[in-house]
């Protein structure tokens, strides 16, 4: 729906990176591990890139 009325979409993951550029979380890692311990599979590739992006590498 937000892609048939032209809305940018963001995603968790992006969610955690504004929420840590805005001082609302510490740190990204240790809520990307919780997530990746659901069922919500993110590829290492990902989890490397929001690290690196977070500072967090």
Same mark, same amino acid.
């Given at each position: 729906?937000?892609?048939?009325?032209?809305?940018?979409?963001?995603?968790?993951?992006?969610?955690?990176? $504004?929420?840590k550029?805005?001082? &609302?979380?510490? =740190? *990204?890692?240790? #809520?990307?591990?919780?997530?990746?311990?659901?069922? $919500?599979?993110?590829?290492?590739? &990902?989890?490397? =890139? *929001?690290?690196? #992006?977070?500072?967090?590498?």
């Amino acid at each position: 729906m937000a892609k048939i009325n032209q809305i940018d979409t963001i995603g968790s993951l992006g969610i955690l990176l $504004i929420a840590k550029a805005k001082g &609302l979380v510490p =740190t *990204v890692g240790p #809520l990307l591990r919780k997530i990746e311990q659901s069922d $919500i599979y993110l590829s290492p590739d &990902l989890i490397a =890139t *929001v690290l690196e #992006l977070a500072g967090e590498n």
